[in-house]
């Protein structure tokens, strides 16, 4: 069965870059067909989504990551990527990679838990200040 594997996670300073990747658990497995999102959760807070790309192309961000964050596809299709410049201590969290199979998106509306149906197990990120 599909299940995203995310990879990349790790300790960082203020204004430095990570990337974090999401492919599936079976190799060369194609995300063409799936709407892959980016979600976080700090301690104590709510799981938050904070970059999608769908299966028809569109990009969306949420509003405190947009110039900062970006998502996109490699070219083979099989991972998702995650580049997070300029990251800052309220950036930390475990981010987690969730998929949809051809989930319509809508710019500028939230990035829903419930929309996705496959988890992975989350990969922690630390930005010390």
């Known amino acids: 069965q599909f299940r995203p594997v995310e990879s990349g996670g790790g300790l960082v300073q203020s204004g430095g870059s990570l990337r974090l990747s999401c492919a599936a658990s079976v190799p060369e497995f194609s995300l063409d067909y799936y709407t892959v999102a980016w979600f976080r959760q700090a301690p104590g807070k709510e799981r938050e989504g904070v970059a999608v790309?769908?299966?028809?192309?569109?990009?969306d961000y949420v509003d405190s990551v947009k110039g900062r964050f970006t998502i996109f596809r490699d070219d083979t299709e099989t991972t998702v990527y995650l580049q997070m410049n300029s990251l800052r201590p309220e950036d930390s969290g475990v981010y987690f990679c969730a998929a949809a199979a051809s989930l319509i998106i809508r710019i500028g509306a939230p990035i829903l838990r419930y929309e996705y149906d496959y988890w992975g197990q989350g990969t922690q990120v630390t930005v010390s200040s």
């Open positions: 790309v769908a299966s028809d192309g569109k990009i």
